[in-house]
């Protein structure tokens, strides 16, 4: 097949590509304009850029590199259909070519959406009409163009998008007469031959034997194409392919064992689901593939997807899906299969089932098949005990195994050139180790926006009004799919209460409501392992619980940085005294589980808000928050330096963080002390960057340790905020004398007046030269007359400024007859 791109010069070439391994590409489905498509020629020559039909290139190139694909089809020029055996292979190939595309770009011509409508699905009534009497409906090629690709979507001419194939299922079905299960992506060899015959019937083309050509790919048989033989002898010898090939004994591995069912709103992924498929058919031996990720970042949805994409465009093939989380499991998916299956020996009760189902898959003869394997996250389920040095212990099941066979499980999956092997793992250890290296690995990362805010809108459909608030929703949840689809649900089943935003406010309000929304059971997904727990906060629990009893050490790392910002988290705080070589093995797992992420040449650590989120609710269900947050104070006590110049680059990376802890709720004194003395020296660090609102803090801190009659560690603090402001502000600025202040009253509380004097008078004369001597706050300063209640003789009184409290009292008499009042008070 040859495929178009855009070429340096910014016009489109053609390149030829093998049909055993394309690269993932866009597909075009149109209604041609007689005399006005651009041909093969003219576009290899460069011309017919006059035509109409040039538009329709150009909006599947542009609508393909918003797509991210290098590569699309476009049937008018892609094909030279000057040469016939080109063309009968084409025609022959094009169910295929449809039916392997990323994506199919339905351009309605005939369907005109205005400028001043910007989200044209929230305004269908005025284009659905048009959509509904599109010609695109009643054409022979377009229903194989219809039903073969795996993602369509429906444009105007304009090139606004409409919406989707499973977004206009209703309507399509309705229109057309093609059961909502086919459109759905049905195997189409579960409908009869007349039902499937009765889906052109009403559909006309310009050549009348095309009419039948076009149902080739929908019955998976070849012809060679007879123009002039007329409709009714094609549809003789198309009937006689079909009633040939339907006498064929039907091979015994077309055998389907997938217990869930296909997801009908399943959307985005396809370039990962291209990746197996490129790989899968590149191999020209045994394939082995693993889907990796976090908990709920859709893997096995992506696992599903394509079990149901090779069972339609691979019939033949064998696909099985074995649960694998457990040696058990895993054992009871080879009994089902050898029943299925029906192999000899199976009923025997001395049969090793294992060893048969490996025998039977090893046979060259039996066909190709597809083995899936959901869910492996244990390293040791197929590697027994530590076999492999991942330090996993072996369970009472796994004892079994090996007494039964004497040999790990992985040595019963055979590795045959026309078998492939899909495993789908939170654990990047165990899934490598079973594939044979990184290089079959895919990483399975959170939703890009656009796909996530698809993803949202097909389980709650949403118009331009909201659009801001579902972005932002999926941004708050990360792009994971679980999450959205367990706030989908939510809002959902209570529509006459909860919309998007709504279900926004609330998330935001507080993290008590963020784990209440994302705890709720009531989600259910059918298309997830029963024994997996729905809701989002329990999936990623499900990890901390097998790393913490596999791989204690990195348990309690993940539970450390869960108390600290979740971005930016340096090693150097985390690591402590450990050495480097201990941290690096606490790290692995969780970097295997994908539950934390390196940044910054692997020197800071990074994890999701929602596993934070999770981790903490764990650790207070199993009442260890209290101790974790003390270990987070301790850790950021021992780390944070002074704040003078030569440490900002530390006091940078840890602002964040101590913000965080802060926020935390502790009890224990001793943590208490060590958050004041890093917000102190966090205080000074942005006092002397300039950040003059942190020396407020700063001081209010003083306070509170002087109120607690800490008086060293307050000295320390009313002094560092002094001379910080003094350096940046100046002596005589206002907020430099409240220092002076908060100094004097410190030395007044513990009874070193004369040092108390000095302070109180001289901050009372810059306020006056500041201020005036009747401005309220100057007055403010009367309450030094305080430091007179607490003198024991006459002459430490003398020494108090009379001035200070003569003047002052004249001019500010309520202030005056107060102090009074609270001398006598003390008497």
């Not at 391994?21 to 075009?28: E, H, K, R, T, V």
């Not at 094909?79 to 339905?106: G, P």
Request: glycine share 6%.
């Amino acid at each position: 097949m040859r495929l178009l791109r855009r070429s340096s010069a910014g016009d489109f070439e053609l390149r030829s590509i093998s049909n055993d391994n394309p690269p993932p590409y866009a597909i075009l489905s149109h209604t041609w304009i007689e005399d006005q498509e651009v041909t093969y020629n003219e576009l290899v020559a460069g011309t017919g850029k006059n035509k109409a039909g040039y538009e329709k290139i150009l909006f599947c190139g542009r609508r393909a590199a918003a797509d991210g694909l290098e590569y699309f089809w476009v049937d008018t020029c892609c094909i030279d259909k000057s040469i016939s055996h080109e063309l009968s292979a084409a025609i022959n190939s094009m169910f295929c070519w449809y039916q392997r595309a990323s994506k199919c770009y339905v351009y309605l011509s005939d369907v005109a959406v205005t400028a001043e409508i910007a989200d044209a699905d929230a305004c269908r009534i005025t284009w659905e009409a048009a959509f509904r009497r599109s010609r695109w409906f009643t054409r022979g090629w377009t229903l194989q163009e219809l039903l073969a690709p795996p993602y369509v979507e429906f444009f105007s001419k304009e090139g606004k998008r409409l919406g989707s194939r499973m977004s206009f299922e209703q309507e399509t079905h309705q229109i057309t007469g093609i059961p909502v299960e086919v459109l759905r992506g049905q195997s189409l060899a579960e409908r009869s031959v007349e039902e499937r015959m009765s889906w052109v019937a009403k559909r006309t083309t310009t050549l009348k034997e095309d009419k039948v050509y076009s149902l080739l790919g929908i019955f998976g048989v070849f012809l060679p194409l007879i123009y002039g033989e007329g409709e009714v002898y094609a549809t003789l010898r198309l009937r006689e392919e079909i009633h040939r090939r339907q006498e064929r004994p039907r091979a015994s591995n077309a055998l389907f064992m997938v217990p869930f069912s296909r997801d009908d709103l399943f959307v985005g992924r396809e370039d990962i689901v291209a990746k197996i498929s490129e790989r899968r058919a590149a191999a020209p031996t045994h394939t082995s593939m693993a889907l990796v990720g976090l908990g709920g970042v859709g893997k096995s949805q992506i696992a599903i997807e394509y079990a149901y994409r090779v069972q339609t465009a691979e019939p033949h093939t064998l696909v099985v899906w074995i649960h694998a989380s457990s040696p058990i499991r895993f054992r009871q998916g080879y009994r089902d299969m050898a029943d299925k299956l029906l192999l000899p020996g199976r009923d025997d009760p001395k049969a090793d089932m294992l060893q048969l189902v490996h025998a039977w898959l090893s046979d060259r003869r039996n066909g190709h098949w597809l083995l899936i394997l959901d869910n492996v996250d244990d390293d040791g389920v197929f590697f027994g005990d530590d076999q492999n040095g991942a330090g996993t212990s072996t369970s009472p099941a796994q004892a079994v195994e090996a007494a039964d066979h004497g040999r790990p499980l992985e040595s019963f999956l055979p590795q045959t050139a026309h078998g492939t092997i899909l495993i789908t793992s939170r654990n990047n250890i165990a899934a490598s180790n079973l594939v044979g290296g990184h290089g079959g690995v895919v990483e399975v990362e959170p939703m890009e926006e656009e796909v996530a805010l698809a993803l949202l809108h097909t389980r709650v459909p949403f118009g331009e009004s909201s659009r801001a608030d579902a972005k932002a929703l999926v941004h708050v949840l990360e792009g994971i799919p679980l999450a959205i689809t367990h706030a989908a649900a939510y809002i959902k089943t209570r529509a006459s209460t909860t919309s998007i935003s709504t279900y926004l406010e609330l998330f935001r309000e507080s993290e008590t409501n963020q784990v209440h929304l994302l705890s709720k059971k009531e989600w259910k997904d059918i298309r997830r392992d029963h024994s997996i727990r729905h809701a989002v906060i329990a999936t990623w629990q499900i990890s901390f619980q097998h790393i913490q009893k596999t791989e204690q050490q990195a348990a309690e790392l993940l539970a450390l940085m869960s108390m600290f910002d979740k971005q930016g988290i340096p090693r150097w705080l985390l690591q402590g005294t450990t050495t480097q070589l201990d941290f690096d093995d606490a790290l692995a797992p969780l970097l295997s589980f994908s539950l934390v992420r390196t940044e910054i040449g692997a020197q800071a650590l990074t994890m999701h808000r929602l596993v934070q989120l999770s981790m903490r609710r764990w650790l207070e269900a199993g009442k260890e928050l209290g101790r974790w947050v003390k270990e987070s104070i301790q850790a950021l006590s021992a780390a944070f330096p002074s704040g003078d110049y030569q440490t900002w680059e530390r006091c940078k990376a840890l602002l964040s963080h101590l913000k965080e802890v802060v926020s935390h709720t502790t009890d224990d004194k001793e943590g208490l002390g060590k958050q004041a003395a890093c917000t102190l020296s966090a205080g000074w660090y942005m006092l002397l960057r300039g950040e003059y609102t942190a020396a407020e803090s700063v001081s209010n801190l003083g306070t509170v340790l002087s109120r607690q009659g800490k008086y060293d560690e307050a000295e320390a603090m009313h002094r560092r905020a002094l001379e910080g402001r003094e350096k940046v502000l100046g002596r005589e600025h206002p907020d430099t004398l409240t220092s002076v202040y908060h100094l004097a009253f410190l030395f007044h509380r513990q009874q070193h007046y004369s040092t108390a004097i000095g302070l109180y008078q001289r901050a009372y004369e810059g306020y006056t030269r500041a201020l005036g001597i009747q401005h309220p706050t100057t007055a403010a300063y009367l309450s030094t007359t305080n430091l007179l209640q607490s003198m024991n003789n006459l002459k430490d009184s003398n020494k108090l400024p009379s001035a200070l409290v003569l003047n002052l009292a004249a001019k500010h008499k309520a202030v005056a007859v107060c102090s009074l009042s609270q001398q006598l008070q003390t008497r």
